[in-house]
């Protein structure tokens, strides 16, 4: 979706999309006409429009409107809710109409909004994710394995995991490209508590008789009841069935307590130890771009 994207909406932009529409509706150009410096970008997509601001610190966008007839809101919705996915960024929409309020409550699990003006007729709503309701990490009790809050006490093997070259080799994210790892160990650690923080993953340190041994996490949160789900393990704890023990112990939190609907995860073809153990844990449903992808569904509703 980010190719839709527009930048910057000035009058040169305002006048294209005029042109490129020349059907379009009075409610998008009264939308492109107000925009001004407000408007960080725009984007369009199944006919509609929306305008990308900061509203009080966040990143919000405005409630989708068509451009011309045949627009869709609820085909840009599926798309926008992919791109926010993408961009780890808070599910806000501002102006939304009152009328739209009962669409947005049937596509979200939870959702928090605060009217616009006096006679509420305009909102913003925020689709509320599960991780934002912990106030902080569960500790996690399984047969091998406890999951718990990182500690200080981490920071040294935490920081050998993340540079570890054979598991960087499977794992999804190489945190070294994000931040200066080469100062010092805290970095790692820092990072993945600003993750926390922000509620984008919870994070987790496996620890067997107490001893730190891998990171277990979910991340990922749809706004729709589903999150990933990714593992690794210190090179000296493999093979003594220390990932499968964290994988279900956190499987069973993520259904029970948190009530995720479903819990995905995506492995490279070439990394026959994981592929057996989301084989055991999980459902595959789909290989494609040299990955396999596993999901496992709530039983519970």
Same mark, same amino acid.
């Given at each position: 979706?980010?190719?839709?994207?527009?930048?910057?909406?000035?009058?040169?932009?305002?006048?294209?999309?005029?042109?490129? =529409?020349?059907?379009?509706?009075?409610?998008?150009?009264?939308?492109? +006409?107000?925009?001004?410096?407000?408007?960080?970008?725009?984007?369009?997509?199944?006919?509609?429009?929306?305008?990308?601001?900061?509203?009080?610190?966040?990143?919000?966008?405005?409630?989708?409107?068509?451009?011309?007839?045949?627009?869709?809101?609820?085909?840009?919705?599926?798309?926008?809710?992919?791109?926010?996915?993408?961009?780890?960024?808070?599910?806000?929409?501002?102006?939304?109409?009152?009328?739209?309020?009962?669409?947005?409550?049937?596509?979200?699990?939870?959702?928090?909004?605060?009217?616009?003006?006096?006679?509420?007729?305009?909102?913003?709503?925020?689709?509320?994710?599960?991780? /934002? /309701?912990?106030?902080?990490?569960?500790?996690?009790?399984? @047969?091998?394995?406890?999951?718990?809050?990182?500690?200080?006490?981490?920071?040294?093997?935490?920081?050998?995991?993340?540079?570890?070259?054979?598991?960087?080799? =499977?794992?999804? =994210?190489?945190?070294?490209?994000?931040?200066?790892?080469?100062?010092?160990?805290?970095?790692?650690?820092?990072?993945?508590?600003?993750?926390?923080?922000?509620?984008?993953?919870?994070?987790?340190?496996?620890?067997?008789?107490?001893?730190?041994?891998?990171?277990?996490?979910?991340?990922?949160?749809?706004? @729709?009841?589903?999150? +990933?789900?990714?593992?690794?393990?210190?090179?000296?704890?493999?093979?003594?069935?220390?990932?499968?023990?964290?994988?279900?112990?956190?499987?069973?939190?993520?259904?029970?307590?948190?009530?995720?609907?479903?819990?995905?995860?995506?492995?490279?073809?070439?990394?026959?130890?994981?592929?057996?153990?989301?084989?055991?844990?999980?459902?595959?449903?789909?290989?494609?771009?040299?990955?396999?992808?596993?999901?496992?569904?709530?039983?519970?509703?």
């Amino acid at each position: 979706m980010t190719t839709l994207f527009y930048s910057p909406v000035d009058s040169d932009r305002v006048a294209a999309l005029t042109a490129a =529409y020349p059907g379009m509706s009075e409610e998008a150009h009264t939308l492109l +006409s107000a925009a001004g410096e407000e408007a960080l970008s725009a984007a369009v997509f199944d006919g509609c429009l929306s305008l990308r601001i900061e509203e009080d610190g966040l990143y919000a966008f405005t409630y989708p409107v068509c451009m011309e007839e045949e627009g869709n809101p609820s085909a840009f919705l599926d798309r926008w809710d992919r791109y926010i996915l993408g961009e780890e960024i808070p599910y806000v929409l501002t102006e939304v109409p009152c009328g739209c309020l009962p669409a947005l409550h049937a596509r979200y699990r939870r959702t928090a909004e605060m009217p616009l003006d006096e006679e509420e007729t305009l909102f913003l709503v925020r689709a509320v994710t599960e991780i /934002e /309701e912990l106030a902080s990490p569960p500790t996690l009790t399984g @047969h091998l394995v406890t999951l718990s809050a990182f500690s200080l006490a981490d920071m040294s093997p935490y920081a050998a995991l993340c540079r570890d070259a054979e598991t960087l080799r =499977y794992y999804g =994210y190489d945190m070294r490209a994000d931040i200066d790892w080469r100062t010092d160990d805290a970095r790692f650690l820092e990072a993945t508590a600003r993750e926390w923080d922000a509620r984008r993953t919870l994070p987790l340190a496996i620890r067997a008789e107490g001893e730190f041994v891998g990171e277990i996490l979910l991340y990922g949160f749809d706004a @729709h009841g589903g999150a +990933s789900l990714a593992v690794r393990l210190l090179p000296a704890a493999r093979g003594k069935g220390y990932a499968r023990d964290a994988v279900t112990t956190l499987l069973s939190y993520a259904q029970a307590t948190l009530d995720l609907l479903t819990v995905r995860a995506e492995v490279k073809e070439e990394n026959l130890p994981s592929l057996r153990l989301f084989d055991r844990t999980m459902h595959r449903t789909d290989t494609r771009d040299g990955k396999v992808f596993f999901t496992l569904s709530n039983s519970r509703t």
